[in-house]
């Protein structure tokens, strides 16, 4: 059995945009399809400078990523999580997200923003783990479904 584990996405290192690339893209169609962003546009978001990413990976496979903006001094919206159907139900979230969480902390980062999708429950599943954490939250429409944009601080 392979080990599961969470990392920190490092723009110059080994694991940077040209060696990850490919298998971001296909984690990306394969969880929404034609709603996936382009190759081009994840470059965008995985390589700006004030961006933070974090990778899971089962053995030396890329199964998983999250990304957020620094939108303010100490706060970060995360953009996007996928992990491959493969690893999905499988509780993996949570893991990539821990390590999210402290790259966020070390920056100097205090609370998370994101939309989240209600339809398929991940919203209410954040708001149940982090409801100690929860400073505001409100629900809306958007072009992927009804979202509820959720304010924390970091856990």
């Known amino acids: 059995m392979s080990e599961l584990r969470a990392g920190s996405f490092d723009r110059t290192g080994a694991r940077g ?8 893209v296909e984690i990306e169609r394969e969880c929404f399809g ?8 994840l470059r965008r978001a995985f390589s700006a400078p004030r961006a933070l990413a974090a990778l899971l990976f ?3 496979v890329l199964v998983g990523y999250t990304y957020a903006e620094q939108r303010e001094r100490d706060t970060y919206y995360i953009s996007n999580t ?16 821990e390590r999210f969480f402290a790259d966020a902390r070390a920056a100097g980062g205090r609370f998370i923003e994101r939309d989240a999708a209600i ?10 783990v982090h409801a100690a954490d929860v400073v505001e939250t409100y629900d809306h429409p958007s072009p992927y479904g009804p979202q509820r944009f959720i304010r924390m601080r970091l856990p």
């Open 17 to 24: 945009w040209n060696a990850i690339k490919d298998r971001v």
């Open 34 to 41: 034609a709603g996936a962003f382009s190759a081009d546009e």
């Open 58 to 60: 089962d053995g030396d």
């Open 82 to 97: 996928a992990i491959a159907k493969s690893h999905q139900g499988r509780g993996l979230v949570g893991l990539l997200m």
């Open 119 to 128: 339809a398929n429950g991940y919203a209410d599943t954040l708001m149940r």
